[in-house]
T-cell receptor
Framework: DQQVKQNSPSLSVQEGRISILNCDYT??????FLWYKKYPAEGPTFLIS?????DKNEDGRFTVFLNKSAKHLSLHIVPSQPGDSAVYFCAAKGSGTSYGKLTFGQGTILTVHP | DAMVIQNPRYQVTQFGKPVTLSCSQTLNHNVMYWYQQKSSQAPKLLFH???????NEADTPDNFQSRRPNTSFCFLDIRSPGLGDAAMYLC?????????FGPGTRLLVL
C-alpha cells in the first residue's frame, strides 16, 4: 500500500525553464510534507517543506504547492539549473507528534540540460 | 561542519557475520532515525529514538537492532546479515518535523 506516490519516474527540462515535480498521497492524516534532493551515493538533502495548514511555501527558486482536497503536492524549480539534476523525493509525516516516520515516494529523476 | 556523520561510507561483510554501522550528529537533535534504502526504492524506516526511547517499526526484522548510548551517537547492528540486507543505510536526525540525513553507508554482503 503505497501512501505516497510520484508517478513520473523521470523528468527532463531545459536549463532556465521551470521544472515541476508532482506527488500524490492517500493518507489524509499526513500533516507535514517535505521535498528532498538526492545525488548518487549521498544521503537525501532537505529542500523545502510545507505544513498541511498552508497551500504554498517559497524559498528562492523552489516553491512547494499543496492541494489538500486533491491530496496532491508539487515542487516548482524556477529557473532550472544543470546542478539541479538529481533524484527528488517527496515525503510525508503523520499527525500526532512533531517527529516520527516519514513516508517517501519512489522518487523522480530530474535531468536539466544545458 | 558536517551535521550528520555516518561511518563507514562503504561496508563489506560476509553472509552471517555481524556488522555495526555508526552515526553521529552535531545538531544536538533529540530524535534519531535509521532508514534502509534499496536501489530504485523509497527509504524505509527501520526504527527511531526519541531521546532514549526506542521505537521499532512493526515490519523491521529482528535481525536489526539499535543502540543509542548518548544524544550524539546511534548504532545499527545487523546480527546475521543476509544477501537481502545489502542496501544503503541512512541515519537521520530531527528536533521537529524536518529530518536531516547523513550521507549513508552502503552495505555489501558477500
Amino acid at each position: 500500500d503505497q501512501q505516497v506516490k510520484q508517478n513520473s519516474p523521470s523528468l527532463s527540462v531545459q536549463e532556465g525553464r521551470i521544472s515541476i515535480l508532482n506527488c500524490d498521497y492517500t493518507n489524509s492524516m499526513f500533516d507535514y510534507f517535505l521535498w528532498y534532493k538526492k545525488y548518487p551515493a549521498e544521503g537525501p538533502t532537505f529542500l523545502i517543506s510545507i505544513s498541511s495548514i498552508k497551500d504554498k511555501n517559497e524559498d528562492g527558486r523552489f516553491t512547494v504547492f499543496l492541494n489538500k482536497s486533491a491530496k496532491h503536492l508539487s515542487l516548482h524549480i524556477v529557473p532550472s539549473q544543470p546542478g539541479d539534476s538529481a533524484v527528488y523525493f517527496c515525503a510525508a509525516k503523520g499527525s500526532g507528534t512533531s517527529y516520527g516516520k516519514l513516508t517517501f515516494g519512489q522518487g523522480t529523476i530530474l535531468t536539466v540540460h544545458p | 561542519d558536517a551535521m550528520v556523520i555516518q561511518n563507514p561510507r562503504y561496508q563489506v561483510t560476509q553472509f552471517g557475520k555481524p556488522v555495526t554501522l555508526s552515526c553521529s550528529q552535531t545538531l544536538n537533535h533529540n530524535v534519531m532515525y535509521w532508514y534502509q534504502q534499496k536501489s530504485s526504492q523509497a527509504p524505509k524506516l527501520l526504527f527511531h529514538y526519541y531521546d532514549k526511547d526506542f521505537n521499532n517499526e512493526a515490519d523491521t526484522p529482528d535481525n536489526f537492532q539499535s543502540r543509542r548510548p548518548n544524544t550524539s551517537f546511534c548504532f545499527l547492528d545487523i546480527r546475521s546479515p543476509g544477501l537481502g540486507d545489502a542496501a544503503m543505510y541512512l541515519c537521520a536526525t530531527s528536533r521537529e518535523e524536518t529530518q536531516y540525513f547523513g550521507p549513508g553507508t552502503r552495505l555489501l554482503v558477500l
